[in-house]
């Protein structure tokens, strides 16, 4: 089952289906044995390094090719501190912006009161 969870990129299905045992023996054994639930984590973590090694080089090769929207995002990944980021800006402003302190908890206080104190 190790190999098979390393083979089918950490998924336990598709590796219980090639261990030829059922996903329910695979976590009880996962409960039962200490040992195995450990080798399943480093195999797993593999898997998934393994897979991300994959899905980068697919993105290098889509950003050589010319797609747009991957030559982004491999500039805000990789170019943040070239300045390749995106920024979002946020303005608040409010229909009351002349109320002093003063007026502003008081029209809070006549709110709590009409609402009950909620």
Do not use: N
Not at 36 to 50: M, N, P, R, T
């Amino acid at each position: 089952m190790i190999e098979a969870l390393k083979t089918s990129f950490g998924i336990v299905t598709r590796a219980a289906k090639l261990a030829e045992i059922s996903p329910e023996s695979h976590y009880l054994w996962l409960k039962a044995d200490a040992e195995y639930a450990q080798s399943c984590i480093e195999a797993v973590q593999l898997a998934k390094d393994h897979r991300l090694d994959i899905l980068e080089q697919l993105a290098m090769k889509r950003s050589m090719e010319g797609s747009d929207s991957m030559i982004q995002f491999q500039l805000k990944m990789l170019g943040k501190e070239r300045g390749y980021i995106e920024r979002t800006e946020t303005k608040v402003t409010t229909t009351h912006e002349s109320e002093t302190d003063e007026q502003l908890q008081a029209r809070l206080a006549a709110l709590r009161e009409e609402t009950g104190g909620e």
